[in-house]
Nanobody, 127 residues
C-alpha cells in the first residue's frame, strides 16, 4: 500500500513563493508516476503538474506554467511542487497523487490516471 503525505501549505501573500512536498512510503518512488492536483472551493479538482517515473519528463498546467516547477527526489522518496509569483487563484487544497504501472517516460494529467492520493494541504493566497 502506498501512502502519500503532503506538507508545506499555508497562508501566503500574493507574489510570494511556496514549496509543497509530498512524502511517499512503500515501494520505490521510481515505480510510480507522480502528479499534483488542486481543488478550490466549489470547483472540480484540476491538474497542476506531473512527473514521469524517470523524473525527466515534467508537465505543467497552463495555469502555473512559467512560475512553477515539479521535482522528484527518488533517494528521499519525495516529490516537490515549487510555486512562485502566487496568485489569489492559486488558493486551493493541493493533492499529491501516484500512478502505478505507468510508462517510464510518460506524464499523466488526468485524475483518473492515478491510483493513490494524499489527504491534501491547504494553500491560501491573500492580497
Amino acid at each position: 500500500q502506498v501512502q502519500l503525505v503532503e506538507s508545506g501549505g499555508g497562508l501566503v501573500q500574493a507574489a510570494d513563493s511556496l514549496r509543497l512536498a509530498c512524502a511517499r512510503s512503500g515501494r520505490a518512488l521510481s515505480t510510480y508516476a507522480m502528479g499534483w492536483f488542486r481543488q478550490a472551493p466549489g470547483k472540480e479538482r484540476e491538474f497542476v503538474a506531473a512527473i514521469s517515473r524517470s523524473g525527466d519528463s515534467i508537465l505543467l498546467s497552463d495555469s502555473v506554467k512559467g512560475r512553477s516547477t515539479a521535482t522528484l527526489d527518488n533517494a528521499k522518496n519525495m516529490v516537490y511542487l515549487q510555486m512562485n509569483s502566487l496568485k489569489l487563484d492559486d488558493t486551493a487544497v493541493y493533492f499529491c497523487a501516484a500512478k502505478s504501472s505507468g510508462l517510464f517516460w510518460k506524464t499523466y494529467s488526468g485524475s483518473d490516471d492515478y491510483d493513490y492520493w494524499g489527504q491534501g494541504t491547504q494553500v491560501t493566497v491573500s492580497s
